[in-house]
């Protein structure tokens, strides 16, 4: 449904109308048509920057308060300049530039300058049309400062003799109206319209000349237009008295027409007029002139002056003007003319690419945008007409972005996918508009839009788990490892913070142990380790970002403790002196290599530091004994003889393997005896003054401890073997080592140290066998016995192992068990 506005004005005097139609004019009016329709206003030319037009708001129905969030433009249809604006608080339309109506319409009658009106989210687009109202700003002006003619004193009263009118950029009441002439007594002045429409003036003779009389005449002519002020040109006319010349020159047409393209090279010959003269001679003489030619087509066209031809001496564009037109007059030799149009058209050609202007764009855009969002807006224009003005736009097929066509000639940019900063942070984006001329022109647009950073990637350590190894003993605050997290994401997102997740180590805070520096992830002990106490550790570090919300992952880091050869052997058998006191019985009979004891040592380090070696040191009789190197088994180098001493002494050293090696020594106490009447021979055996009478107490308890289990080994043996009818084994007299001085619960702790493998010996001493010796009876390797438990034997099976022996069983039959936890 359309709506108009009308000024309605009553009957009044012609003065005052003329009044009424210089100061007020139709503001405007609206076409309206459903949500979208075009606004026409009307405006005076030469309004000062600033003026007010009209509200669009209203007229339109917008809300005002939101033109600024929609970024309301106008923007002019073909043109860069910017002729109106818009009050984004209100909604006015103001005057940005001066308008000039001459400038754009010439002498059209109606001027109707084309805007657009475009508001962003949603995109919406109106089309206003400005109607520019002409104002009395140009004064008349003739084309030339003097006008000569040439009349013979032969004219007749009544004799006319054309003059170029004065031009008047404006149109209507504000162009020329009347003419002035200088009072004489020989010459009116009348104004003439052409079939055409253009106005002339002729000079009418009123009073026949005299040359004789008067030569020259000069005459001023003043045209005055009707606008208000007035304003007035004036020429001079210098009429020269000759003689008669009756015929003006005769165009062969009244109107020329011709048709050039545009971008014609120079000299292009456009049209050539003609105009003959019935006279002869210098009467008959025709020269052309341009009597009418605005300013921009003198600077276009060039007319010869005997020949007609308009040449081309500027640039032809069809953008800047379509059609001109031009007067041309005929004159003879006396001064007798005759006026003639040529309109000369101007055919398009495709000259001008297309333009991309770049309205909107949101730069940066988040990373995490859904596809689909419009990001820019586009608007592509060519200034050629008809085909070559039809453009077709794309963009390049490597981006997640696509044009969405619009209104008119605007273009959405939206996104085709999902956007990833740490894959692509910046996109060039290259835009081409081609038009559909013959041939077409294209010309490209390359803006950078850029990716803003979402923090949407965790921390990620380079190593799925980290080892770390540390000697013990370390000093606290050495560095045991570093860990390093990348983060792809930028800055603040990217920015990676290492800390220790809570946990325990021994029931004791893992913090109590390491730290981690929480900028660069290297971790430092807190404490010295000691590798006797626990072997290894995890610790689980935390990589966190700094972005919201923050973002984080874990990564298991792997202690080692590495020993260090910080203890030394320790000697289980036999036990160092000043705690109990131990001597082993060796059968005089005993053959070279008889085992006759063992040295037990254990290390509480693992590797080689706990790899031990035995060594006699000092021993009674150097060449008698010797020690196994590393099972540190005590054996006979030769068989004993009567003169060696019954009591021997060794001095065994027990070294670990590490670097430097630590050792121990202890003293082993042989009692070469073949017979327990024997053993009170033992109190001569001299220690030191201070341990003298803890020895005597020992063998004491010694005899006493074997003469038990000699009486019940006895009865033990005598049942088994009447049963099994068969010969029993006699021993003489034999000494078992205490279990007391066997390890009672030395265990390692995860079977690095020395003690490896469980050891079951079964050791009998005889006095009536020529082989008495320590007999290496069996191994338990497979199972690791209990530090307080033997593993006993009976009688029958003992019998197993010998045989049927050559002489019955003897009283004081003796075994003893003692564990190797040795290699």
Known sequence: MNAFLFVKYYPMTMNKQRVLRSYCFVFFFVLASDARGDLTYSVQEELKHGSVIGNVAKDLGLDANRLFARKARVDMEGSDRQYCGINQRNGDLLVAERIDREEHCGERPSCVLRFDLLLENPLELHRLSLQVQDINDNAPVFPKDVIKLDIRESGVKGARYRINAAQDADIGQNSVQRYILQQNPHFVFSSQTTNSGNKYGELVLDKELDREEQQEIKLLLTAVDGGSPQKSGTVVIHVIVLDANDNAPVFTEAIYTASIPENSPLKTPVITVSASDADEGVNGEVTYEFSRLSDKSQKLFSLDQKTGEIQVTGVIDYEEGSKYEVMIEAKDGYGLSSEAKVIIDITDINDNPPVIYLKSLSNPIPENVSPGTEVGIINVQDRDSEKNRQVRCSIQRNVPFKLVPSIKNYYSLVTTGQLDRELVSDYNITITATDEGSPPLSSSKTFELSVADINDNPPVFEEQSYSAYVNENNKPGSTLCSVTARDPDWRQNGTVIYSLLAGEVNSAP??????????????????????????????????????????????????????????????????????????????????GGSLVSKVIAVDADSGQNAWLSYHIVKSTDPGLFTIGLHSGEIRTQRDISESDSMKQNLIVAVKDNGQPSLSATCSMYLLISDNLTEVPELKDISYDEKNSKLTSYLIIALVSVSTFFLTFIIIILGVRFCHRRKPRLLFDGAVAIPSAYLPPNYADVDGTGTLRSAYNYDAYLTTGSRTSDFKFVTSYNDNTLPADQTLRKSPSDFADVFGDGDSSPEVGNIYVHFFDRSY
């Open 510 to 591: 893992v913090s109590s142990y390491v730290s981690v520096n929480g900028d660069t992830g290297v971790i430092h002990t807190v404490r010295s380790f000691d590798y006797e106490q626990f072997r290894s550790f995890k610790v689980h570090v935390m990589a966190r970002d700094n972005g919201s919300p923050p973002l984080s992952s874990n990564v298991t880091v792997n202690v080692f403790i590495l020993d260090v050869n910080d203890n030394s052997p320790q000697i289980l058998y036999p036990a160092p002196e000043g705690n109990s006191f131990m001597t082993e019985l060796v059968p005089k009979a005993a053959h």
